[in-house]
Nanobody, 120 residues
Framework: QVQLVESGGGLVQAGGSLRLSCAAS????????MAWYRQAPGKERELVAR???????NYADSVKGRFTISRDNAKNTVYLQMNSLKPEDTAVYYC??????????????WGQGTQVTVSS
């Protein structure tokens, strides 16, 4: 089993910044990718940023140039630096980790979600 603990959400004014963190622990053989998703009220969950191991990072068009995803592999932690926040960034943010087992199977794990609210 793998546990994900998120932190860093909160209330911020438009134009402000927040940094989200997500630490993974448990039975981790290797991590194939770490990502952030978000879900606003009445909307589907959407990908915000994804960082595969050894691959290219990709971002949603709506956050390019404002958000930066990064990883600390030694700590199995993924971060999301969010700058120039807009009211439309308001959502519950979830981290996602794709873990590979010793037998080669891949599993997706999700954090508990952290609320980000941007006031205008």
């Amino acid at each position: 089993q793998v546990q994900l603990v998120e932190s860093g959400g909160g209330l911020v004014q438009a134009g402000g910044s927040l940094r989200l963190s997500c630490a993974a622990s448990g039975s981790i053989f290797s991590i194939n990718a770490m990502a952030w998703y978000r879900q606003a009220p009445g909307k589907e969950r959407e990908l915000v940023a994804r960082m595969p191991s050894g691959g290219s990072t990709n971002y949603a068009d709506s956050v390019k140039g404002r958000f930066t995803i990064s990883r600390d592999n030694a700590k199995n932690t993924v971060y999301l630096q969010m700058n120039s926040l807009k009211p439309e960034d308001t959502a519950v943010y979830y981290c996602n980790v794709r873990v590979q087992s010793t037998r080669g199977f891949q599993y997706d794990y999700w954090g508990q979600g952290t609320q980000v609210t941007v006031s205008s």
